[in-house]
């Protein structure tokens, strides 16, 4: 039985969850989630914007309306204060104050007028502020997502290669082993296998394995066991 397979077995494991893990956790991800958010959000601003700038709009209609009334009526006043139907003094000022008074409203009209245009003009340029942020919003969106897609695809199919080259390889190794390495692997958090480094150090628990063992371990391929931390140690070929 070649130890170096169990090994090989382990550490393409260790890919594959590796592999798993950076699908999940891709920062394009979180990053489309903020971005969806932040968009969402600013569709509500706009809608909101919208709504009032229709609100304004319609109350300026209103009172551009009631200008147009005043001032036919301001009209009408003037025409009988001056074209002499009406002689009486008295009414003559009464008519007088009336059209003073129409004068009047028409100017606290024509001042509210004037502020609601100036607000409905903020408001549109409020909207399409909002909407010009709304569209670089979308284009990032869409980009991010692009290239998000290209990457998972990417390490999909990473993650296929590695479960073919795993499943492979399970057929060439020991029933017995693979036994083995199913049971300890969680033991030993999915490194039942103890690679010996060039410094002789056992790749699991990081302390030094005596050369005997290590000599032990290049000869006898299998059935030697680190030591210090019970992983089954492989020892590469000297190249
Ligand atoms: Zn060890």
């Not at 077995?9 to 699908?23: C, G």
């Not at 309306?65 to 074209?83: H, I, P, W």
């Not at 958090?189 to 790749?203: L, M, N, R, W």
Request: charged residues 35%; neutral net charge.
């Amino acid at each position: 039985m070649n130890i170096e397979m169990l090994y090989l077995l382990q550490e393409l494991e260790a890919r594959e969850t590796k592999i798993q893990k950076q699908i999940k956790r891709l920062p394009q991800l979180s990053q489309l989630r903020l971005i969806k958010e932040k968009y969402e959000t600013g569709q509500k601003n706009l809608a909101e914007k919208n709504d009032c700038l229709k609100e304004t709009a319609r109350r300026l209609k209103k009172l551009k309306n009631q200008a147009v009334d005043l001032e036919a009526k301001e009209k009408e006043l003037t025409g009988v204060l001056y074209d002499g139907s009406v002689q009486n003094p008295k009414e003559l000022e009464n008519l007088q104050q009336k059209l003073d008074d129409a004068k009047e409203q028409n100017d606290i009209l024509s001042n509210e007028i004037i502020t609601l245009m100036v607000e409905k003009d903020d408001l549109e340029n409020e909207a399409k502020e909002i909407s010009a942020a709304l569209k670089v919003m979308y284009n990032e969106f869409n980009q991010l997502k692009g290239q998000y897609s290209r990457i998972k695809i990417e390490l999909e199919q990473e993650l296929t290669a590695v479960i073919e080259d795993k499943n492979k390889l399970i057929t060439q190794i020991d029933q017995k082993w693979l036994s083995w390495f199913k049971e300890q692997r969680e033991k030993y958090a999915g490194t039942p296998v103890g690679k010996i480094t060039e410094s002789h150090f056992c790749s699991g628990c990081r302390t030094v394995v005596p050369t005997a063992v290590v000599r032990q371990a290049r000869f006898q391929n299998g059935d030697i066991f680190c030591e210090q931390c019970g992983r089954l140690l492989f020892a590469p070929k000297i190249s």
